[in-house]
Nanobody, 123 residues
Framework: QVQLVESGGGLVQAGGSLRLSCAASGSIVSIRTMGWYRQAPGKQREWVAR???????NYTDSVKGRFTISRDNAKNTMYLQMNSLKPEDTAVYYC?????????????????WGQGTQVTVSS
């Protein structure tokens, strides 16, 4: 089994910063692309940023220049540094990982999600 656990969410004033973390644990063989998604109340989940195993990154337009995604492959951990936060960034943030792991003696590939962490930006 594999588990993704997010942390670092909270309440911050507009213009402030937060750093989210996503730690993957379990019988992991390899992690390919990791990403952050968010879901605001009453809205669909949307993609925020992704990072490949080699470090290349992509961002949705609304966070470019404000958010930075990174990862520590040795720790199976991904980060999202969020600066200049706006009220419209308020959402539950989820991490996602495309990875391979051992299950019953086999290596399986799967798309895994964390449980989410709340980010609230007050105006």
């Amino acid at each position: 089994q594999v588990q993704l656990v997010e942390s670092g969410g909270g309440l911050v004033q507009a213009g402030g910063s937060l750093r989210l973390s996503c730690a993957a644990s379990g019988s992991i063989v390899s992690i390919r692309t990791m990403g952050w998604y968010r879901q605001a109340p009453g809205k669909q989940r949307e993609w925020v940023a992704r990072i490949a195993s080699g470090g290349s990154t992509n961002y949705t337009d609304s966070v470019k220049g404000r958010f930075t995604i990174s990862r520590d492959n040795a720790k199976n951990t991904m980060y999202l540094q969020m600066n200049s936060l706006k009220p419209e960034d308020t959402a539950v943030y989820y991490c996602n990982a495309d990875l391979s792991y051992y299950r019953n003696g086999w290596i399986v590939s799967d798309d895994n999600w964390g449980q989410g962490t709340q980010v609230t930006v007050s105006s």
